[in-house]
């Protein structure tokens, strides 16, 4: 079965590496993200031999005509930032295929592993989907389930879904290839799933009025190599890696925000129930070597002093 591949980044690189080592499928081109152009897949294309096209617009009919001349069966999306419309999603006569790290329908749009943690899941999926004019809404051809650990953060999951996306892509491969399998309907598992937007700057703020177990989730999926969860304090600001519960905290009505403790690993903070230890905290635009540090803000000082100005 003949592949036209429209990716970018690692989870493209893995996936590719699956697919040729499979041996039972063919490459027969490659199309980068125009803004981008990735070069671990421009040498995948020197190394295989095959057609790098650059193109602002995959959907022109000069492109289409052109990769029309390559006989692909089937067209793959890793990451592949361009939209799609119909002509180009209907050319293939297997289809256009993308893998996506959410339990679709749920996670729809963009970052879902980010909002995962956020949402204090206890697993998270990853999706082979037929692509169609909707956001993530085409059959399900094959999806799995990953558990989640306390101890995950962004990083963690993101190395796990760059590896398990590639397994998943190539068990769906081999469905479509043999023919012979049942496509899932969104719908069928749920009426309307959810959908989220891409992330922009401000969204992450911490809002310390929040739950400790919001706070603590929202850190671990803004964490590196997301911009980390940010707060402010004397016209400075400050970013946190890393954040844990306060073993036996009370639950009571306080100034969220406060600072009310501190001791070698972080600051302790109040939230909007109980209290967070706030750890790996770093100055933004720091130029020290070891840019983590324990500010020595005074008990009782009042952090986000500048959110809103």
């Known amino acids: 079965m003949k592949i ?16 040729v080592a ?47 001349r390559y006989g692909a069966d089937i067209f793959i999306s890793m990451s592949f930032n361009q939209i799609l419309k119909k002509e180009i999603i ?12 959410g339990a679709l329908p749920f996670y729809r749009g963009r970052c879902p592993l980010n909002w995962v943690l956020i949402n204090g899941e206890k697993t998270f999926g990853i999706t082979v989907h037929e692509i169609d004019e909707g956001i993530d809404t085409g059959d399900i051809i094959e999806q799995r389930h990953y558990a989640i650990k306390i ?22 491969l081999i469905k479509v290839k043999g023919g012979s399998f049942i496509k899932i309907k969104q719908h069928e598992i749920h009426p309307v799933g959810s959908y989220y937007g891409m992330r922009r700057s401000g969204d992450e703020v911490i809002d310390f009025q929040w739950t400790s177990e919001r706070v603590i989730n929202f850190i671990r999926g803004v964490s590196s190599p997301a911009p980390g969860a940010i707060f402010s304090y004397e016209n400075v600001k400050y970013s946190i890696e890393k954040a844990g519960f306060i073993r036996d905290a009370p639950k009571y009505i306080g100034t969220a925000g406060e600072v009310i ?41 009042r952090l986000n002093d500048l959110i809103g100005s």
Do not use: M
């Open 261 to 301: 403790g501190r001791n070698e690993q972080g600051i302790v903070v109040k939230t909007g129930d109980s209290s967070v230890l706030l750890a790996k905290i770093k100055k933004l635009q720091s130029e020290s070597e070891d840019p983590y540090e324990v500010p020595q803000f005074r008990i009782g000082s």
């Open 90 to 101: 209907n050319f293939p006569p297997r289809g256009f295929i993308n893998c996506h790290a």
């Open 22 to 68: 499979c041996g039972e499928f063919k490459i027969v081109f490659i199309v980068p993200r125009y803004d981008t152009q990735d070069p671990v897949l421009k040498r995948w294309a020197e190394k295989l031999k095959i057609p790098y096209l650059i193109c602002n617009n995959v959907n022109s009919k000069k492109f289409i005509a052109e990769i029309a």
């Open 4 to 19: 036209g591949y429209f990716a970018d980044g690692p989870w493209s690189h893995v996936a590719l590496e699956k697919i």
């Open 151 to 172: 101890k995950d953060n962004y990083s963690s999951l993101l190395n796990v879904a760059t590896e398990q996306c590639a397994e998943v892509l190539l068990a769906a």
